[in-house]
């Protein structure tokens, strides 16, 4: 890594996107005059986590009343009321994206929650989805074992995949095949019987919904010797710790961070299997493998720039947070993100969002071109300060990652301009 060059506006641009949520224009500019190893140090520098109180939320005692009431009337409110609730559990994460001092750490909190899946859907516990995301911002870019090991005793994670049912003489296995297949190995990296193993040994593992907590039901639990990846276990923790042993496991989240992080196309192996040593030796320090993907030429790459699809996060907030356009409410961006397949509190399946070009299919594409024209709508002679500091070279460097596909408007207009680019093809990537 070159430490004496400085960054130019196209890179301090390309960083800022990449490991934040949009170009937002103060930040470009803090990194004026930065080193790469400056500029990494300043774009991962803690600041508060702080988040903004959650919005009110029914207790369980109160929930399982009104669902295991006999009157069909009660059932609906009481389904209703939780639709409502996880609606405002959405746009309060919509508010935070929008607020927050510390993209980054929104932009970690979405990548652990699509790959430590639950969902509102399946826990019917708004509050339980909501202390999940708050380990998530609390962890982001702390230990990975540490989260990992949170994460198996997590009451929303353990609802979604059947923790209860995880019995000693009836094993689920919904937990284990899921802890080895999407959190750790990857897939054809274990076999059927150390699923077996791993769901015996997580026997027990149960959420107390009314207190909101982890419980063990040793009544339930095998404390018998079981065969992981031919080592003996006995307790989840074993198994937890077997796993971080493994090599596959650091390369399967270097690989998710190629995704995240540096291009839609297959990870470089040479490369992500240096993260992964690095991760693994530093036993699984989240930051040390985000600065040696931060500090990595293919980061830099320009054949890279502009190979990373944006997400529906990426997409509204990155694009509210870097333009001044006027903000919808936080009900009809929630709904957006919903509309562009990221609905928050709700993923698709286990595996989470699948991310890259899957964001753009035929139905994403014409809301993402519907909602861009209807925030960048607006008199386009109307003098906005921002834009006018800029010539328009800088507004193209500034809004894409390549020159614009379409022709730009020939008449005068700073935020004539600014609406072309942001209708460009290449606004929908990074």
Do not use: C
């Not at 004496?4 to 990449?18: A, G």
């Not at 389904?79 to 510390?102: A, P």
């Not at 274990?190 to 207190?211: C, H, I, L, M, P």
Request: hydrophobic share 35%; net charge positive.
């Amino acid at each position: 890594m070159n430490k004496i060059h400085k960054l130019d506006f196209s890179d301090r641009k390309h960083m800022v996107e990449r490991v934040g949520l949009g170009a937002e224009p103060k930040i470009i500019n803090r990194l004026n005059g930065r080193t790469r190893e400056q500029a990494i140090n300043i774009m991962l520098r803690p600041r508060s986590p702080h988040a903004k109180p959650p919005p009110t939320m029914t207790p369980w005692n109160v929930r399982q009343n009104m669902y295991g009431s006999k009157k069909p009337a009660l059932k609906m409110r009481m389904h209703k009321r939780t639709v409502v609730e996880g609606d405002h559990l959405k746009q309060w994460w919509v508010g935070q994206m929008l607020t927050t001092e510390s993209p980054l750490l929104e932009k970690m909190t979405l990548f652990w929650h699509s790959h430590f899946t639950s969902s509102l859907d399946k826990t019917e516990q708004p509050r339980l989805n909501y202390k999940q995301n708050m380990l998530f911002r609390r962890m982001a870019l702390g230990n990975f074992g540490s989260m990992l090991k949170a994460v198996a005793k997590d009451p929303a994670m353990s609802i979604y995949l059947d923790g209860n049912l995880n019995k000693k003489n009836n094993p689920n296995e919904n937990f284990a095949r899921e802890l080895l297949e999407l959190f750790t190995l990857g897939h054809g990296n274990y076999s059927q019987q150390d699923v077996e193993q791993t769901a015996k040994a997580f026997t027990g593992w149960e959420t107390n919904r009314y207190k909101e907590t982890h419980v063990l039901n040793k009544h339930e639990n095998d404390r018998g010797k079981k065969t992981l990846l031919n080592k003996t276990v006995r307790t989840g923790d074993d198994v937890i710790n077997v796993l971080l042993a493994e090599e596959r496991t650091a390369m399967t989240i270097a690989e998710k961070f190629w995704n995240y992080f540096v291009s839609d196309s297959a990870p470089d192996k040479e490369v992500t299997d240096a993260w992964a040593k690095t991760f693994r030796e530093a036993n699984y320090e989240i930051m040390v493998l985000l600065k040696e993907v931060l500090k990595s030429d293919v980061f830099w790459a320009k054949k890279y720039r502009g190979t990373l699809t944006k997400s529906p996060a990426d997409l509204i907030i990155g694009t509210l947070r870097t333009l001044p356009f006027k903000r919808p409410d936080n009900a009809e961006l929630a709904r957006m993100f919903r509309l562009l397949g990221q609905d928050l509190f709700d993923p698709p399946n286990v595996k989470g969002w699948m991310g890259g070009k899957s964001w753009l299919n035929s139905q994403t594409v014409m809301a993402r071109t519907a909602l861009l024209s209807k925030l960048s709508a607006g008199n386009p002679n109307a003098k906005v300060a921002l834009y006018q500091t800029m010539s328009d070279n800088e507004l193209q460097q500034w809004l894409l990652p390549h020159k614009p596909i379409t022709a730009m408007p020939m008449t005068p207009g700073k935020a004539r301009l600014v609406r072309a680019l942001v209708l460009d093809p290449y606004y929908q990537f990074i």
